[in-house]
């Protein structure tokens, strides 16, 4: 494989961090390129993040010294340097929008952390070991943008990566209702206990817009690409209570779920045990060689033992057992800046890499 050069925009933030620790040695992406916004811009990247740095490993030593560039006004500068961006920036939703295309229309693709294209409907959200064929509607993307090369696709949110590939390979046996009440830690609001320390000894029952995500996105990464746009599943029926729990990181979902032709338990540890996707096909440099795995311990998945799973790329799962109301509930974990940010947008690069798709 060739190596891509890479800019992250938003790189000062917490997902941005992430970005720029994962990809330090990545075997095909160099990163080559940082932004942010004005108030970073012409810093260099150790000064512009300042105290921030909230990873456990330190700053990158090559990025140190990069000078900021402003992710809105130097687009073409961005341009010139790389083949592709990660973007992740905390933004009014109309102005990523615009930001995005911009950069797609400037002939760069765009891989994204962020909400605001996600429901788009010929841009790709994609879970690489569900729905990769996703990704075949960036022609017809490109063909609206009038571009090449430039398109966006996303990844989605957090919150619904720990329950979504627990239930994926159990769709055969056709999923008909779920309750989801997931247990979200407070690096998904961009924050460490340093920075929220009212969230020692605490619990938050409210995270905006964070139902309506999990309800609502599990249906279009189960949708099917139709003609120029991808069309959302209708099933199955799904419920959310999303808390923000005292923990640094790592999402965890207590799931209720019921089926048209309900399986045995063994079916579905089997099923969870043998699946795998075309990351783990095509042995893409961060997928995990297991996915799902399933712990026989009540006591697990804990966030604290289990989020880092296969570099956090992993997702946990346990306490598989007949319920009263629904036919089975588990449990689920998965680490929300790995897999259900950074992490995961680097999988769908990769997905994206090895399918030609920034040559
Ligand atoms: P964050 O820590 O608050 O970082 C925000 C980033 O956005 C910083 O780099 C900031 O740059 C930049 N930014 C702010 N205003 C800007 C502007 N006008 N122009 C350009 N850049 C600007 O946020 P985060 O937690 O990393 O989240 C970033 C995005 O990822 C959000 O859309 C969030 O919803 C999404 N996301 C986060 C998680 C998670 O687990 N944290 C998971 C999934 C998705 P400065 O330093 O220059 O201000």
Known sequence: MKKFNVGIIGATGMVGQRFATLLENHPWFNVVCLAASPRSAGKTYEEAVGSRWAMANPMPEALKNMIMLDATADISKVAEKVDFVFCAVDMKKDEIKALEEAYAKAEIPVVSNNSAHRFTDDVPMVVPEINPEHIEVIKSQRARLGTKRGFVAVKSNCSIQSYVPALHPLMKYGVSKVLACTYQAISGAGKTFETWPEMVDNLIPFIGGEEEKSEKEPLKVWGKVEGDVIVNASKPEITTQCLRVPVSDG????????????????????????????????ELPSAPKQFLNYFEEDNRPQAKLDRNLEGGMAVSIGRLREDTQYDYKFVCLSHNTLRGAAGGAVLLAELLAAKGYFD
């Open 251 to 282: 999402h965890t979902a207590a799931v209720f779920v019921s089926f048209d032709q309900k399986p045995s338990k063994e079916e579905i540890l089997k099923a969870w045990k043998e699946f795998a996707g075309v990351p783990q096909e095509l």
